[in-house]
């Protein structure tokens, strides 16, 4: 029997599922944009009809994918044949997000719909990424300390990253000293304000109550919108770019350094880049008191669909995904394995020293609110974002807004349930 699974195209995702070492005729795979990904999930009935075993996805759709009843609680299939050194091989940054629980839990031992409802399969946590041939430069450093005092070292507070962000642009010679992924797409432009909100002691959410307004909301509002429009210290596209295409503007050669996903690390070390061999990468920048930034937590997971006719099939695609022989193949084929194992394999260091960082950066990361109306409050931030940063409205009455939209959204499928 053959199962069938469903993921993103690109991404390296399809050469690290092609590279498992699978019985022939196991797995049938499909890959498409995201965006149909998503409108496939969760605007049809792919994964209830049977026609789809596992899905690959975002780990932060897995609440509104089990509250749906698209995909099955895996707490069975892991008592009775668990994936290699499940849960101690991986960071508790991934066990305890793909673990919570859901009212329409799939499985009849999972009555209580307590689950564990996906697997870690993709990891690459936002690090700063910076050009080291920059940074050792004799005449570089010996300029930068006669302007600033100080040395030229990779920015370990944000104080120094905004500096050194200025100092490095260079429009003349195609030089900029950062870049911000700036496309409205829910996707980095969200990551970039969130993270900068809880730099100033807010969040998305605090329990269920909006915490992205205030002093915090403006300030990161303003920091994002001065670099990217006001000061501008990135390419002049950048406002425009998706992730993919920020992490292809550093390894053109374009960019000083960048807080992004580890994974545009790698891609600058491989071929096509004009920056390989001269690539550095750190934790990301400390507030100015030294207290750890939190980064974003975002993953991608294996889960298997409610409707699934090949669960046998599908679990044992899944187990050999986590197995020590299966995250390394899915880390050399060019995605980034989840397993701690992997993170500490001296060949995987040897290629991507980006691997050694990963735990300390999972000390302080955390995802976004696992919760089923995540989407309204990206959308909600997303909306925020253009308007301020992008399209330079007034950052307090927008977020007044944006405050009681995801307030109104959250009390609205609170009384749902």
Known sequence: MTATLLGRSGDSFEASIRAQELPPGLLADRWLSLSELERTLFDTDA????????????????????????????????SASPPQGWPEAWSSAFTDVVAFASA??????????????????????????YRRDLFESPDERRAYRERFGEDLVPARTWRDFERQASWFTRPDDDLFGTVFAGAPDGHNDVYD????????????????????????????????????????????????????????????????????????????????SRVAGRV?????????????????????????????????????????????????????????????GTWRDPGILRRSPAFALFERAHENSRPLPMVEELPVLVAVLDDLYDRVVRRGEEAEGALEEAVAQA????????ADV
């Open 47 to 78: 994964c209830a009809s049977g026609d789809v075993d596992l899905v690959l996805v975002p780990a932060d759709w897995l609440p509104r994918l089990a509250a749906r009843g698209a995909i099955r609680a895996l707490d069975p299939l892991l």
């Open 104 to 129: 329409e839990a799939i499985s009849v031992e999972a009555t209580t719909g307590a689950g564990v409802w996906g697997l870690p399969f993709h990891d690459g946590p936002p690090l700063l990424v």
């Open 193 to 272: 304000l969130v993270t900068q909100i809880r730099l100033r002691g807010g969040d998305v959410l605090d329990g269920r109550r909006p915490a992205f307004g205030g002093r915090a909301g403006v300030e990161a509002l303003a920091f994002l919108r001065r670099h990217l429009v006001e000061h501008p210290t990135v390419p002049p596209e950048a406002i425009d770019l998706d992730s993919v295409h920020s992490g292809a503007a550093f390894a053109a050669g374009r960019v000083a350094l960048m807080l992004n996903w580890a994974g545009y690390a790698h891609a600058a070390e491989g071929p096509g």
């Open 280 to 340: 550095g990468v750190a934790l990301a920048p400390t507030a100015d008191d030294g207290s750890a930034t939190t980064v974003v937590n975002a993953f991608w997971a294996l889960a298997v669909t409610s409707g699934a006719r090949h669960v046998e099939e599908a679990w044992a695609v899944a187990r050999e995904c986590l197995s020590e022989r299966g995250d390394l193949a899915t880390t050399r084929a060019g995605s980034s394995g989840t397993r701690l």
């Open 407 to 414: 307030t109104e959204a959250m009390a609205r499928d609170s």
